[in-house]
Structure formats: C-alpha cells, structure tokens
C-alpha cells in the first residue's frame, strides 16, 4: 500500500527555509509584534483608544515622525547619523512663514506674496541645502557625521531664530487678497477620508522602498553601507551616495516641517527640537544596523508607529509626562538590546589547516561585500 507523505513538511520548509526558530522570528517581527500588543493593551485600558477617528488621528502624528525616520533610514544604511533634521524640519516651517507673510523689498515700497506652491517648494529646497551642506562636509573633506550633523543642528536652529528675532509666525491660512491662501490645506484636509499627512507619509515610503529595492542607487547604498572600503574598490561612487542621502534627509526634514507648519497655522523657530532622537529611536526599533547597510523602510514605518501609537496611548489614558519620557526610553533601550542581539557578529574558529593571512596592503578583506558590489558596479 503506497503512503503520502504530509505536506506541511514541505510547505514549512518553504515558509521557513532557514529551519523554524521561534526566537528568530520575535526578533525579526519585533516592531510588529510590539505595535500588535500596544494596540491590545490600550484598547482594553480606553474604549476611544481603537476606533477609526483616533486611529487616524494617531497616524497623522506619526506621519511626521515617520516622514523624518524614512529620511534618517538612507543615513543610517549609509553608516552615518544626521542629528540636524529636527532643526531643519524648524528652519524649513520659518521659511515658509516668512514668505507667507510675504517679502517685503522697503527701498522699492512693495511686498511680493508668492503662491503656496512656490511656497513648499522653496522650504523643501532649504532642506536640500542643509542637506548638501552636511553631505559636502561629511564626504569630501571627511567630517565626522556626529560632528558635522550636531555643529549645523546649531547653525540652522540659530538662523531660524535670526530670520524671526525669536517670535512666532501667526496666521498662515493666507489671504484670497493676495493669492496665497490654502497652505492649510495639507494640515487639514482629507482625501478619501485620509489626511494629506498620511498620504504624502505613503507616498515618500513608496518611493524611498523602490528606491532602495529597484534601483541602482538602493544596491549602492546598502554596499557602501555594509563596507565602504569594498564598495570604493568596486567603482561604486561612495561620495556621491553620501551626499545623496543627507540631502534626500535634508529635503525630508522640510516635508515634515512644511506639514507641522500647516497643521499649527504657524511657524515656530524652535518646531522639531528632539525630534532627531525620535527619527533615529524609529529606525532602531525598526530593526536598523547603527553600523549601517541593514534596515528596511517596513521597519522603519513600524517603529515610527510603534513610537506614535504608544505615545498617544500613555497620553490618552492620563499617564504622567514623566512617565511617559521613561516608558519611551525603555523602548528604545530593548530596541538598542535586541538589534545588538540580532547583529552580534558570528566568531569564526580558526583551524590548523587554515591558518588566517592578514591582507595585505594592495588587497582589501574579502567581506563578502566586495564581490556582491563588484557585480552591481559591472
């Protein structure tokens, strides 16, 4: 009698290919499996915590923090860090309030008001700026990204504050008057009963995940991040990446300050103070490599949310600020943990047989890296 072998075997084997490891997959799902238990845990403890209303609410704060997070992602894979977004994103909402309120020329007696278009568009252009400002500094004349990231975090917050003497721009809904009105409208309004927010959120995410899975750039990026040395080697162009990617940080530091600003109706010089440790707390929960060339969008998305959810959550159910600043750190201390885990470099035992040579001067370490960039550069 001829039997069947089951199929789940086989079907496992497909799933999991690797062999089925429980632990590995909670590391791997952490981000997702700790936004699934926050969503739980605050539903039982606020009845308004799960509903449409709140839950698109919550996902309008973290289209910010998101926005931000997928800017600092293409640093981090890059082996960097960029600690100027959070006053870039303050910078970028001051420029679009001064033009709002428009540009006034004394000698000549007149003020232009441009369109809300030309508006966002040159506030998006001031964070490019920062951006290549950064990149410049960091791959041509080799700056530390720490350093070079915190001395223009003070720059720009200081020339935010310049262009305002301190104070805040009001009112920045526009005039029919002078055919600046509606930049309000990203803030406000909805499509298809998403906010602008959370569309452009889905949008830059889109895009940055083609960018970095379809495109020549993304390949680049991941190599150059894994090991620099190998990828320069490999004729990939190490600087130009670098650059790019503190520009593509600066530019989306500028859509979050542009959203914020249209949200408040107002530009505050000071928007986006720590938001820096937000963005970089998201990536690492996300399950991002501080050592750079790991990371995926998905992840950081999740971690951006598990971020806004929780912080919502301890809001909504009346927990104290204090508390709040601890629960948040704990965070994104396990996040730190379980990445440490997750990449703890495998220890190789040398054999008799094979004794380890050192390279050599004309010859780089074969990481592995090498040869998978020398194929993308061919």
Known sequence: MSTTQPAAPGLLNRMFPNGFDPLAILLQGRAFFALIVIVIVFSLLSPNYFNVSNLLQMSQHVAVYAILAIGMLLVILNGGIDLSVGATLGL????????????????????????????????????????????????????????????????VRGVALLITNGLTYPNLSGDPEFG??????????NLFGVPIGVIIMIVIAIGASLLLNK????????????NERAAELSGIPVKRVKVRVYVLSGICASIAGVIIASELTSANPTSGQNFELTAIAAVVIGGASLAGGRGTVRGTLLGAFVIGFLSDGLVIVGVSEYWQMIFNGAVIVLAVLLN????????????????????????????????AAGKIAG
Do not use: C, H
């Open 340 to 371: 440490a885990i997750t990449y703890k470099p495998k220890q190789r035992l040398a054999t008799p047989s094979a004794p380890a040579t050192p390279p050599t001067s004309d010859r780089a370490p074969d990481t592995g890296v090498g040869a």
């Open 180 to 189: 600046n009105e509606g930049f309000d409208w990203l803030g406000f309004n």
């Open 92 to 155: 970028s909402g001051v420029v679009a309030g001064w033009l709002m309120q428009g540009v006034k020329i004394p000698e000549l007696g007149v003020a232009f008001y441009p369109s809300v278009w030309v508006v966002v568009i040159l506030a998006l252009a001031t964070g490019a700026f920062v951006g290549l400002i950064n990149g410049i500094l960091i791959s041509k004349f080799r700056v530390a990204p720490f350093v070079a990231t915190l001395g223009m975090l003070y720059v």
């Open 215 to 226: 495109a020549p750039f993304g390949r680049w990026l991941y190599a150059s991040g894994g």
